[in-house]
């Protein structure tokens, strides 16, 4: 039972390996994206903090 348990758990954690060598092109420009606009938004906010704007 023990031996059955570790080949599924390795054989699940190679499919996972497999499916993320593909880059998923949504999910990443959707992060970049929104870190670019948490980005500009701190900027915004820092500038009128320090009243340099």
Request: aromatic share 10%.
């Amino acid at each position: 039972m023990r031996r059955l348990a570790m080949k599924a758990l390795f054989t699940a954690l190679n499919l996972n390996r497999a499916e993320r060598t593909r880059i998923d092109w949504d999910r990443t420009v959707l992060v970049v994206s929104t870190a670019v606009t948490l980005g500009l938004i701190a900027l915004y906010v820092f500038g009128k903090s320090t009243a340099r704007w």
